[in-house]
């Protein structure tokens, strides 16, 4: 390659990796002015080293580790910087391998985030923050907190991290298994977020936080080939994530399983999907949480029609559920299949015993709602759909809900 083709070539990926560098350095060392001036730093020894050293394999982890060191070196020269020099020490050893080594930033960042030393609340909200790119608004929502409250339990989460000498790294293989389950949490919570926001003035889906928690699951799937629960969230994500065009109508609004155009699903993702839940069963090992679900979503997605659903099989499968999370919410669930398979009275009947549970929860109400509904109550269906939509973190789904609660007869 030409000198003047190396020179394009950076103006591109310039283009191209300008924000993710800054990005990546910003997160490592919550200084946006260091991170531009090592991004600079380093994008200016690309221009100088790439025409005559060739562009390396991977430019974009090339910028990034430079662009770290870069920061790094600012910091250790600046004394005013020394409790800052003390934090990063650790990663610097980290990063001692070659410039351009295949080594994730983020899943790496993710294993931080997640460490056993912060509680699993700082865990979640520092990822989602730091990984998720949520802002604190919709992580406080998230959460049912003040604003001001999720600011301190992520400044406290940062302050230990830093205070801990946590290491800045993927576990070794011996802690990787105590380690995976709090990660997957974290991984669920981000897609959920994407699946179905909690900001009011935002669309209804993130598909760049959908995107991101597949990444990496995949990635941590490299890491852990045999953890069940890592396949098992895998095809959950790519199952949920192949309705994600037909879960939206041409209105902006959420349609509901029955209401979707079923020519819209991802073919290939559920393809992919159903062939992870498969490895699973045939593995033999007792499924955890996450393979039930993939499970019943492949059930959902082998359905040409909502009425060929094999509710016996669904409701089978969540009692299984219940018996590894006995939650409310997984009862909730089940009684949506309840409802198809013995009638909707019934499935009433186990959602009103969640009332105490679950009177803050806004699909609590929304599920009752369409019970009283099916069951010709109307006006206790519309008490129900006020309640929902006053609950209801995403302005689509509020509308969503208000349009049905309108269809109501009197």
């Known amino acids: 390659m030409r000198p003047d083709d190396v020179g394009a070539a950076i103006t591109r990926t310039h283009q191209k990796e300008w924000v993710r560098v800054v990005a990546s350095v910003t997160r490592r060392f919550g200084d946006l002015d260091i991170a531009e ?20 394999p991977n430019p974009g982890a090339w910028l990034t580790t430079t662009a770290n060191r870069k920061a790094i070196d600012r910091i250790r020269r600046e004394t005013r910087r020394e409790a800052k020099h003390r934090e990063v020490a650790p990663v610097y050893n980290e990063m001692a391998g070659p410039v351009g080594t295949i080594d994730d930033d983020r899943l790496r960042l ?5 460490h056993p030393a912060l509680s699993v609340e700082a865990r979640v909200a520092l990822t989602l923050r730091m990984l998720g790119g949520l802002t604190m608004p919709e992580i406080a929502r998230a959460f049912l907190v003040p604003e001001d409250t ?15 000498g946590i290491p800045y790294r993927v576990p070794s293989a ?4 105590e380690r995976v389950g709090g990660v997957l949490a974290v991984l ?4 959920n977020e994407g699946y179905l926001a909690s900001g009011p003035d935002i669309g209804p889906v993130r598909a760049d936080l959908t995107a991101e928690a597949i990444r990496l699951t995949r990635l941590l799937r490299v890491l852990m080939p045999e953890e069940g629960e890592v396949a098992g969230l895998l095809a959950l994500m790519l199952l949920t994530e192949s309705r994600r065009d037909a879960r939206i109508s041409p209105t902006g ?9 079923r ?6 993702l559920i393809t992919e999907g159903h062939r992870l839940v498969r490895e699973r069963i045939a593995s033999g090992q007792v499924p955890g949480r996450y393979q039930i679900l993939a499970a019943i979503n492949a059930v959902h997605t082998s359905a040409r029609d909502i009425r060929e659903t094999d509710w016996a099989q669904v409701v089978a499968l969540y009692n299984q559920l219940i018996a590894v999370d006995p939650s409310p919410i997984v009862t909730l669930n089940r009684a949506i299949a309840i409802a198809e398979l013995d009638g909707p009275a019934v499935a009433l009947a186990d959602v009103d ?5 679950l009177v803050r929860y806004h699909a609590f109400h929304a599920t009752r709602a369409d019970l009283l509904r099916r069951l010709g109550r109307n006006q206790e269906a519309r008490s129900a759909y006020d309640a929902a939509i006053e609950l209801a973190g995403n302005s689509a789904e509020a509308t969503t809900l208000g349009r049905r609660r309108d269809r109501l007869g009197t």
């Not at 200016?44 to 562009?55: F, H, K, L, N, Y």
């Not at 669920?188 to 897609?191: A, C, H, M």
């Not at 015993?353 to 549970?357: A, I």
């Open 353 to 357: 015993r969640l009332g105490e549970r």
């Open 253 to 261: 609004e959420l349609a509901t399983l029955d209401e979707q155009d």
């Open 263 to 268: 020519r819209a699903w991802d073919p290939a």
């Open 188 to 191: 669920y919570l981000i897609f």
């Open 110 to 114: 993710i294993f931080t985030c997640c």
């Open 174 to 177: 011996a802690d990787l298994p």
């Open 150 to 164: 999720m600011g301190r339990r992520i400044t406290r989460a940062k302050t230990k991290i830093a205070a801990a």
């Open 37 to 56: 001036e090592a991004a600079a730093g380093a994008f200016a020894i690309a221009v100088e080293r790439w025409p005559s050293d060739g562009i390396p």
